[in-house]
């Protein structure tokens, strides 16, 4: 890269299960001849939902993730959508055991095939990309051991990290066993913290859990921001998923991150569900009042962090 060059744009997290295209939902959605829950056509006119309204709306769009073909169409809706943002990667958030196991809705050898077809098209364009696990944090570590069970015995090379998400009830110091086994598999580990939990589980997913990457992160107080930046933890910041399922915490506090030294960087979550791409994400930055100076660091974070670009182990 060249001294000038500016740092590549990356969709630093997207969730396959809430990335896909609202007109390919619609259209398959009539092909089956299923009707749209009311709060996913709420959402997709902008309007807030309650917390519910959004997991049902997240949930049908992972209903239709049960065929390679399928599941090759969502990967290929955020290489489409990261491409015309400008962005040249994403990581990528799935969930496997969920799919393939708790809903028995697809094979896993079909869900990566699916994933790595949609990846290496997505590489023709060139995009970068890649996977990491999503585990349920409220199933508990158990089910973390049980994702681990599944994909291990034959890990595609795609696969860069595992993570927790869904909603933050259960310690992350129980599950400092799975994220241990994650690592020795070559894992890299993130969780989703302090969005719907108190600020004290980002705290907690650093110091006993061993996370060394953090989604969201929003309700994080000062001494944790401080601990973050000291340990240069990424963070992934979606602010229009933020003002969707975590309101309450306004104003929102990205400037107040990166004033800290936080290694903030900008995603779009679930963008098949609430609308947005990364120039939506980027204008809503600015909106807080960040600088091009700012706008220019979040960049860079979400270049020099990401897994889609980081070659070899952890
Ligand atoms: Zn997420």
Known sequence: ???????????????????????????????????????????????AVPFEGFIEAF???????????AV???????????????????????????????RKQ???????RGLEEGLAEARAWGLR???????????GPKHGQAVLDLVLPALPAFVKGFSTGGLEKSPFRDWAPVFDR????????????????????????VLEGGVSRIVHGIRADDATLALLAERRIPVDVCPTSNRALASDVVPHPLPRM??????????????????CDLETEIA???????????LARLRQNGAEDAWCLADGPP
């Open 59 to 69: 949930l049908y769009g992972a209903s239709l993730l049960d065929s390679r073909e």
């Open 72 to 102: 090759r169409e969502a990967l290929l809706a955020v290489a489409r959508r990261t491409r015309a943002a400008g962005g040249t990667g994403f990581d990528l958030w799935a969930s496997p055991h969920f799919l393939v196991v708790h």
């Open 182 to 205: 994650a690592r020795a598999a070559g894992l890299r580990i993130a969780a989703h913290a302090g969005e719907n939990g108190p600020g004290s589980n980002v705290r907690e997913a």
């Open 284 to 294: 809503a930055a600015r909106g807080m009042g960040l600088d091009d100076l700012a």
């Open 1 to 47: 890269m060249s001294h000038n060059a500016p740092f590549p744009l990356i969709d630093r997290h997207t969730h396959l299960e809430g990335a896909l295209d609202p007109t390919w939902v619609r259209h398959e959605a009539d092909r089956r001849g299923l009707g749209l829950p009311a709060s996913l056509e709420a959402l997709w006119s902008g309007q």
């Open 258 to 275: 990166l004033s800290a030294g936080v290694r903030c960087a900008l995603g779009t979550d679930d963008p098949g569900v609430a609308p």
């Open 106 to 112: 697809i094979q896993l050898e079909a869900l990566w």
């Open 129 to 139: 990309g890649c996977v990491v696990l999503d585990a349920v944090n409220h199933f």
